[in-house]
């Protein structure tokens, strides 16, 4: 199972996690999974946000691009407005 890069946003994880599921097993298991988290986040005291739901759809969309690791962070960098390096 492959690992985050440390030194993510918060939305970075969401997009690159749901990108990552939807690669390896379906978009809709990634939608389902970005789903579940923000619901157990709802009814156990976590932190819930509808910006993570947004960040997971923009992985999905990451998830269709060509097969590299750091294209789908660049994607989701894009995507999410983070300020290039």
């Given amino acids: 199972m492959a690992t985050l890069p440390a030194g993510l946003t918060d939305p ?9 599921i939807a690669r390896q097993c379906s978009p ?16 156990g005291g976590g ?3 509808r ?5 997971n759809h923009l992985g999905r969309q ?3 691009k060509p097969d590299d690791a ?4 660049e994607c989701c960098r894009r995507g999410l407005g983070v300020p290039g390096d």
Avoid: I, P, Y
């Fill in 12 to 20: 970075e994880k969401h997009c690159l996690a749901s990108a990552g």
């Fill in 28 to 43: 809709f298991e990634a939608w389902l999974a970005g789903w579940g988290k923000e619901a157990r986040d709802a009814l």
């Fill in 47 to 49: 932190d819930a946000a």
């Fill in 51 to 55: 910006e993570d739901l947004e960040a």
């Fill in 62 to 64: 990451c998830a269709e």
């Fill in 70 to 73: 750091d294209e789908m962070l």
